[in-house]
């Protein structure tokens, strides 16, 4: 352990992947994070314009932020994010991962296709991520999944994206057996319905949001700081003795009958 | 109408199906950054509406390149002509 007493929820020192990391919760976790101390990189894909958003507030507030634009589902973009990794530094101290896809529909709408895209990104993509970083992890890593209510419960159209959370959940708990005895933890934040812009351009968006929060004993959505902090936790030294655990950060809304 | 007002007024009926939005606030210059919806998930949505609209198939490749209208009408352009 790196860090005593109250340095405890400090990321100082450490050296932190996100992927998925330049929009909504992704880029929540990549500002507290580098606001807590950690060194960060942060993968993007497609919104070019996301990664220059964050850029410019790292700037700004001066936080040790990169940035990485890479396709985790492929082997062409696995390899650049190997390059960058290795121009970076031999190693790595953390990583949470953000990127998630997936298509709202019935099931006699969902196709193959839908499938594959879907299962690429939230749960191969991960476990390509895996064998390729696995050897920068040194003792003290701390590796964290995003998921969601739907890897546990049944929601509207949300089959595909529900069951590929399922589904890396359950590696993410295979492999947090699997690297413990090497000192790496692996753990899975859940966030429930979190305030974000995608969910105010909704249809229907403020009755949606109603009715959410009246399901919500904490009378109010969460947002992506609180889900970041939780992140923050979960690759600090606090929660040193946390391995394979689900953290739900939902304020309360899964407790309701 | 030309062949690039024809593709980008059927990727506007793309993106009204997809985001619900006003197909008149779509052109060229738009991107993921204008359209809240249109993060990763929202994503996927629009590439099946593209595909549904224009009866064509995307690859992972195009639709990772999908960063903008522009990018989109370029990428369907010549997916048209090989339907011909």
């Not at chain 1, 040790?64 to 390059?83: F, V, W, Y």
């Not at chain 1, 351009?201 to 992506?224: D, F, K, Q, W, Y």
């Not at chain 2, 199906?17 to 929202?42: C, H, K, N, R």
Request: with cysteine.
């Amino acid at each position: 352990m790196s860090a005593s007493g109250d340095d405890l929820f400090s990321l100082c020192g450490k050296a932190i992947l996100v992927a998925g990391g330049t929009r909504g919760i992704g880029q929540a976790i990549s500002l507290r994070f580098a606001r807590a101390g950690a060194t960060v990189i942060a993968n993007y894909l497609r919104n070019q314009q996301a990664g220059e958003d964050l850029k410019a507030i790292a700037a700004e507030e001066g936080l040790a932020i990169s940035l990485c634009r890479a396709d985790l589902t492929s082997e062409k973009g696995l390899e650049q994010l190997d390059r960058s990794l290795q121009e970076w530094g031999p190693h790595l101290s953390g990583l949470v991962y953000c990127a998630a896809t997936g298509i709202h529909r019935p099931i006699e709408e969902l196709t193959d296709r839908h499938f594959d895209w879907t299962f690429n990104l939230n749960v191969r993509a991960f476990f390509k991520l895996i064998k390729l970083t696995r050897a920068r992890f040194s003792k003290g890593s701390s590796i964290v999944v995003m998921s969601s209510w739907g890897a546990t419960r049944a929601l509207p159209y949300y089959s595909l994206v529900g069951s590929s959370k399922g589904a890396l959940e359950a590696l993410a708990r295979h492999l947090a057996v699997e690297l413990a005895p090497d000192g790496i933890r692996v753990n899975i934040l859940t966030a429930g319905a979190v305030l974000t812009d995608a969910w105010k351009a909704m249809p229907n968006s403020e009755s949606r949001i109603a009715e959410t929060v009246r399901r919500t004993p904490a009378g109010r959505l969460v947002t992506a700081e609180e889900v970041a902090y939780g992140a923050q936790f979960l690759c600090s030294d606090a929660s040193a003795g946390i391995v394979g655990h689900t953290l739900i950060l939902d304020g309360g809304t899964g407790i309701m009958a | 109408m030309s062949e690039s007002d024809y593709v980008l007024s059927k990727v506007q009926e793309a993106f009204k199906a997809a985001f619900d939005v006003d197909p008149q606030l779509v052109t060229m210059e738009t991107s993921a950054s204008d359209i809240p919806l249109w993060d990763s998930v929202g994503h996927l949505s629009l590439a099946s509406s593209l595909e549904e609209v224009f009866g064509i198939t995307l690859d992972v490749d195009e639709l990772m390149e999908m960063e903008n209208v522009r990018a989109i009408v370029r990428i369907i352009t010549p997916k048209l002509t090989e339907k011909v």
